[in-house]
């Protein structure tokens, strides 16, 4: 068998992993925000300035996950492209 394809076979593997592993992780982060803001909600305690805290804390752990993922795909375009290119030469 070709070390390209294999290689290739591996890539495409690893890709759907992180994929699953990745919308796994998404799922838990996005149920646990509803938990925590459900909690939160009703904590009479909590002033108006820490929900305000929590809910930018949230949108930065979106943001960092939505910037792991652009750049985790970023990285799987470029293997494939250079795979590609290989591939042709």
Do not use: H
Not at 42 to 54: D, F, H, N, R
């Amino acid at each position: 068998m070709d070390q390209k394809q294999v290689f290739k076979q591996m890539l495409q593997y690893n890709k759907s992993v992180m994929e699953s592993t990745f919308s796994s992780m998404a799922m838990l982060q996005d149920q646990m925000e509803r938990t925590t803001k459900t909690f939160f909600d009703q904590a009479a305690w909590l002033p108006t300035e820490g929900k305000k805290v929590i809910e930018e804390w949230v949108k930065a752990c979106k943001k960092g996950r939505e910037n792991f993922k652009d750049a985790v795909d970023d990285g799987f375009k470029k293997v494939e492209a250079f795979l590609v290119e290989t591939t042709k030469a």
